[in-house]
């Protein structure tokens, strides 16, 4: 696991290339969809999204939401792929189903592909294994080429499987024409910063270890986030459930007042996702609610907010 987690800026570039284009800032996936038989009226006649997947998968399922939403003007909702089997929903032809999977073989996601399969929807998985089930289920695949992903905890795939998405929401807002060339170029070239961005963090894993050792002991924990912090804060708390057998829970920062400060001791470290981003003050604002209540607050957020960071670990 932590051999696939080094390896996460290099997958970074590989699942970027031929696709993303840092010469003209452009996004480019017609050598995946090559032979799809998909037409533009098609993909500008969908009017919802849906994106299903299990554990990992699903937390890039969420981040995903936001790319649609924000680049393809699609509404969109992510489902956990073992609650949508069940639960008879309502789909049609023009719903677009995005299943995203690294194994392309979870039964509870290929369960619900069936499902949408009957309902005629249009279909693209997101997946790592060339020729698994979901690429034959699909309409469309992307592959990621994360390479084979051994340990069953998903780390180096969750990346690509968000850079997938990513690179699927510009392309279906440049069909949609809902994505301005100057969204287009500004999202390309952030994207293309991304392995370097990875290996800094990488870089910190001995203040990273030490931080580890310092809560080791610790029996809970909370992650918080908001906006795209929210996914993350529930997949660091299923990471830490997954390989460390600590109890971990996952919330959106702006529920914490509604039930969950209640569990706050004090001492209890709590890790807070709060990049310098449109949620940032809100989330800061939360993370002051939990020191009050005596959290150890591990902040995760841009360098220049250090000065919070070293007040509070
Ligand atoms: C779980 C793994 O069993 O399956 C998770 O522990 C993974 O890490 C999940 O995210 C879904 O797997 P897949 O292959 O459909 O992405």
């Given amino acids: 696991m932590l051999k696939e987690i080094h390896e ?20 480019d996936l017609s050598a995946d969809f090559q032979d799809s038989p998909i037409s533009k009226g098609r993909i500008q006649g969908i009017t919802r999204c849906l994106l299903v ?20 003007g ?13 639960r008879r929903p309502l789909l ?19 369960a619900a592909m069936d499902e949408a399969k009957r309902a005629d929807c249009l279909q693209i998985t997101i997946c790592n294994t ?14 990621l080429g994360a390479g084979a992903e051994i340990s069953v905890a998903s780390t180096k795939t969750l990346l690509a499987s968000i850079m997938a998405l990513h690179a699927v929401s510009l392309s279906l807002g440049k069909l949609r024409e809902t994505l301005t060339s100057e969204m287009e170029a500004e999202q390309v070239v952030n994207a293309l910063q991304l392995p370097s961005a990875v ?8 203040k990273i270890l030490q931080v580890a050792r310092k809560y080791a002991a610790s029996e ?3 992650f918080l986030g908001r906006g795209l912090g929210y996914p993350v804060a529930l997949e660091g708390a299923l990471k830490l459930k997954e390989v ?12 914490m007042k509604h039930g969950p400060l209640a569990l706050i001791e004090d001492g209890m470290p709590v890790v807070v996702i709060a990049p310098k981003d449109d949620y940032y003050k809100k989330t800061i604002s939360n993370m002051q609610e939990v020191i009050a209540r005596g959290a150890k607050v591990l902040l995760l957020t841009n360098k220049d907010a250090n000065q919070v960071i070293s007040e509070n670990i």
Avoid: K, W
Wanted: proline fraction near 2%; hydrophobic fraction near 35%; charge should be negative.
């Fill in 199 to 206: 290996s800094t963090v990488l870089g910190n894993s001995g």
């Fill in 130 to 143: 060339p020729g698994a089930q979901s690429t034959r289920l699909a309409d469309l695949s992307l592959l």
């Fill in 53 to 72: 997947g299990m554990g990992t998968s699903m937390h890039a399922c969420m981040i995903g939401r936001h790319y649609l939403e924000r680049f393809a």
């Fill in 8 to 27: 996460q800026s290099d997958v970074l570039v590989s699942s970027m290339q031929g696709r993303y284009d840092g010469l003209s800032n452009t996004v």
């Fill in 244 to 255: 460390s057998y600590i109890h971990a829970e996952g919330y959106s920062a702006g529920e």
């Fill in 74 to 86: 699609i509404p969109t909702e992510v489902d956990n792929a073992a609650e949508f089997r069940y």
């Fill in 92 to 110: 049609d032809a023009n719903t677009l189903v995005i299943s995203v999977t690294q194994s392309g073989e979870t039964v509870d996601t290929l």
């Fill in 220 to 222: 809970h924990f909370l």
